[in-house]
């Protein structure tokens, strides 16, 4: 195994990240401050408890996954997309490393700047509102496998984007709506009843849900439906890169 | 030993372009070898195939006796790319993007190997620089740098040298063949003639995608090339008619041109001497001229 090789990827990306720290983590988190001022003391007042939670208390899993979901896939996406555009993926092609230990080394370095900056959200937001977490394994666990699975799927956009704009395309069109449909912001049971069973398409209802459950204990669907989904999601992502890199899709001529 | 074997190998595209036409190549190990080709002749394509960036469409290619896609790990790791464009990280330092390569490769830490390379490459004061602040020759410098940083048996050369000044030209080629001294098997692409006569010890020359010929170089130059004799004689004679018909001689002013191949016809120099002598023609100068690599080289893929 040329574990050397997915260090040196992960390194680079690393490093990337810590040379353009306003953008990688300053942005997300002053994102994330501004909904919590908005929607949490501006319009959360108005609105009271949720399952017993403070509004303001509910939003924080809803945000961390938000942006958690958001960082993964642009992490991710850049970061193999970029050395196709500017050539450097030569590189990499002509290197003694698999597949497996490239898409090791992108990643885990996307998602480790996801679990950073969704670290830093709840630490921030823990100076300012009372955050209780029921179930600080779980809590840490989803956090870690809902970055590693949608830093995958941020991958698999990359390598299929072939100019900037489509890179944005299924975060924009979405994955964001999904996020912000998908409970963020509220119950799922605060919804009309025909809403309700639509928003159990969404899969996204399911990693928030499961994701809130580990803070407080409530949760809109099965726990257990949730971590499953999860895995499915992302062993369908392995299995698509895996075939990407067998066949050569959008990195070999 | 053999450092590359290529057999029948192809390369056809998804819109019917055939890339490749049944390549069979071998390169020794230590020897520098040059592709000579028009721009689409096949040669950026080949280099590819080889180092695992494109794929082939049948054939074999072998890196010291092993298949380049069965054991890939083994063959890419002796091998060290330099391609035509210049692509790097442009905000990462010169430093770090060695690091970076050499980790690649699966290369245990080694500054002292690193700070080698710069030296030979005169890249030491620019080791701290980010890549976008150099000059476009730099750059290539370091692109070079990054295909060594790997300690590789095989330097694939994409046309190093392009849009690059005479003097970094010059120095480039002292070091691919301090390079060769230490083992280096480097192959070359190029499209400055001078490069491969140069540097090469062995020279093949590719065109819509066939291999036309690989021929050590001298070999190359003599079983191709045209020699030229002109002779200046002192005036002209009434019996240079006769001469010029028999040697089928060109005649401007007072300069008579022969011209033979040596694959072609039989040197028939010695006798048209001797034919001038006795018909008493005072020879004031004589000239050789060989044809050079570019001569030949346009001859092939012009036919």
């Not at chain 1, 924080?60 to 996954?65: A, K, S």
């Not at chain 1, 049971?189 to 499961?210: E, G, H, R, T």
Request: net charge positive; glycine share 6%; aromatic share 12%.
């Amino acid at each position: 195994m040329n574990l050397r090789g997915i260090f040196a990827i992960y390194h680079f990306e690393m490093s990337r990240m810590f040379r353009t720290v306003s953008q990688s983590i300053a942005s997300p988190v002053l994102s994330t401050a501004l909904y919590f001022i908005v929607f949490g003391s501006a319009i959360g007042s108005k609105i009271g408890n949720i399952d017993g939670v403070n509004y303001t208390s509910f939003l924080v899993p809803g945000l961390i996954m938000l942006t958690i979901l958001n960082q993964s896939v642009s992490n991710a996406s850049f970061g193999i997309y970029f050395p196709k555009f500017s050539g450097t993926i030569y590189e990499i092609l002509s290197a003694p490393i698999s597949p497996i230990e490239i898409t090791c080394g992108y990643v885990l370095a996307a998602a480790s700047k996801s679990v950073l900056v969704g670290l830093i959200i709840l630490i921030t937001s823990a100076f300012f509102i009372e955050i209780t977490i029921l179930h600080p394994f779980w809590m840490l666990l989803f956090l870690i496998l809902m970055s590693i699975t949608f830093s995958l799927f941020g991958f698999i956009i990359g390598i299929w984007a072939n100019d900037f704009q489509k890179i944005q395309l299924i975060p924009s069109f979405i994955l964001t709506p999904l996020t912000f449909l998908g409970g963020s912001f509220y119950s799922i049971s605060m919804l009309p009843d025909f809403w309700q069973k639509l928003s159990y398409v969404n899969p996204i209802v399911y990693l928030i849900s499961s994701f809130r459950w580990s803070f407080y204990g409530n949760s809109d669907v099965n726990v257990v439906v949730s971590i499953s989904a999860t895995f499915f999601f992302l062993v369908l992502c392995m299995v698509f890169v895996s075939w990407i890199f067998k066949t050569g899709y959008k990195i070999k001529t | 030993m053999i450092a590359i074997d290529i057999k029948n190998l192809n390369k056809s595209y998804e819109n019917g372009l055939k890339a490749l036409k049944n390549i069979n190549l071998s390169v020794r190990s230590g020897e520098i070898f040059a592709l000579l080709g028009p721009n689409g002749a096949g040669k950026s394509t080949l280099i590819n195939i080889i180092c695992g960036i494109s794929k082939k469409t049948s054939g074999k290619v072998t890196i010291f006796g092993k298949d380049n896609i069965l054991d890939y790990k083994f063959t890419r790791s002796k091998i060290g790319l330099v391609p035509q464009e210049i692509a790097t990280d442009s905000f990462e330092k010169v430093i770090n993007t060695l690091k970076f390569s050499r980790g690649l490769f699966n290369k245990v830490p080694s500054d002292e190997y690193l700070s080698f390379i710069l030296k030979s490459l005169n890249l030491v004061t620019k080791k701290n620089n980010q890549i976008r602040t150099l000059s476009g020759g730099m750059k290539r410098r370091v692109m070079i740098a990054k295909a060594l940083s790997h300690e590789p048996k095989i330097l694939f050369l994409d046309e190093p040298t392009a849009g690059v000044d005479v003097n970094l030209r010059k120095t480039l080629w002292n070091f691919l063949n301090k390079l060769k001294k230490n083992g280096v098997t480097i192959f070359l692409t190029t499209h400055y003639i001078e490069e491969a006569e140069n540097i090469a010890d062995r020279i093949g020359i590719i065109n819509n995608g066939e291999i036309l010929i690989t021929e050590n170089k001298k070999k190359l130059i003599e079983k191709l090339g045209e020699k030229k004799i002109i002779i200046t004689i002192n005036s002209s004679h009434n019996k240079i008619s006769y001469i010029t018909k028999k040697y089928q001689l060109k005649k401007n002013k007072n300069k008579l041109s022969y011209i033979y191949n040596s694959k072609k016809n039989i040197d028939l120099s010695a006798s048209l001497l001797s034919d001038l002598v006795k018909s008493s023609v005072k020879i004031d100068d004589i000239e050789i001229e060989k044809s050079n690599l570019e001569e030949i080289f346009l001859n092939m893929v012009e036919k």
